[in-house]
C-alpha cells in the first residue's frame, strides 16, 4: 500500500498540471516504475524513453474518436489512455496495469482541452512489447541492448537513447469541426481558457432565440 500511495503521489499533481513538460513527466514516470519493481522485485523493468512520433497517434485517437471521451484503446504494440485520470486508480492493481508492465519501452504525452465542457485533459501512449516479469532483484536481468540503472530499471546504451524534445504543447479538441485539433503555445493557454469561457462556452449555451 506504501508504494501505491507514493506512486499516486508523483502522479497525480504531476499529471493534473499543465505546467509540466515531457521530460518531466517522463521522469516522474519512471519513478513511479522504479517504485514497483522494487516493490514487485521485477528484474527487467524497462526505462522509459520519450518518443514524439507516439504524440500523433494520440491526435489521431482524439480526432477520430470523440476527443473529449475517456477511453483505452489497446493494439498490442501500442496502448493509449484518452483522457487519463491518476485519481481514478484506487488500488495497486490499477496502478501497476497503468505504468507497470516491464516491457513497455518508449511513451508520449499530449495536453488537451476539450471544447465541449472546457475541460483539460491529458492523454498517454505506450508502445511496449509482451516481454514477461522477471523475479529478480531490479535491474539484475536487462534485456539485450540495455543496462541497469541506479534505480533498478534497464536503460537504452548511449547510443540508442532518444533526446527527449518538450513537445508537449496544449491541443484544443473542436466539437463539430473540420479542423479537430489545433496546437497552442504553452504561454497562451490561461488566456486561451479565459476566452473560450467568456466567448465560446458562453455563447453556445445561449438559450435559443436570445
Known amino acids: 500500500m506504501r508504494t501505491s500511495l507514493l506512486v499516486l503521489a508523483l502522479l ?8 509540466y513538460t515531457s521530460d518531466e513527466v517522463l521522469k516522474v514516470l519512471n519513478s513511479a516504475r522504479s517504485e514497483i519493481a522494487e516493490k514487485a522485485q521485477i ?4 526505462e522509459l524513453e520519450y518518443n514524439p512520433d507516439l504524440e500523433e497517434k494520440i491526435h489521431m485517437e482524439l480526432i477520430f474518436n470523440s476527443g473529449c471521451s475517456t477511453r483505452v484503446i489497446d493494439r498490442g504494440s501500442l496502448k493509449i489512455y484518452k483522457n487519463f485520470k491518476p485519481e481514478d486508480m484506487k488500488d495497486e492493481q490499477s496502478i501497476v496495469e497503468f505504468l507497470g508492465a516491464p516491457g513497455m519501452t518508449e511513451m508520449a504525452y499530449v495536453k488537451n482541452l476539450c471544447l465541449k465542457n472546457a475541460r483539460r485533459m491529458h492523454s498517454f501512449a505506450f508502445k ?6 522477471i523475479n529478480g532483484p531490479p535491474g539484475s536481468k536487462c534485456p539485450s541492448g540495455r543496462r ?6 534497464c ?31 504553452t504561454e497562451e493557454e ?5 476566452w473560450i469561457k467568456e466567448h465560446y462556452w458562453n455563447r453556445i449555451n445561449k438559450p435559443i432565440g436570445e
Do not use: F
Open 148 to 153: 541497469p540503472t541506479s534505480d533498478g530499471l
Open 12 to 19: 497525480v499533481p504531476t499529471v493534473n498540471s499543465y505546467r
Open 190 to 194: 490561461i488566456e486561451l481558457e479565459k
Open 43 to 46: 528484474a527487467n523493468m524497462n
Open 128 to 133: 511496449k512489447t509482451n516481454a514477461p516479469n
Open 155 to 185: 536503460a537504452l546504451g548511449k547510443s540508442y537513447a532518444r533526446k527527449v524534445v518538450d513537445s508537449s504543447r496544449p491541443w484544443i479538441v473542436m466539437k463539430d469541426s473540420p479542423l479537430i485539433a489545433v496546437r497552442m503555445k
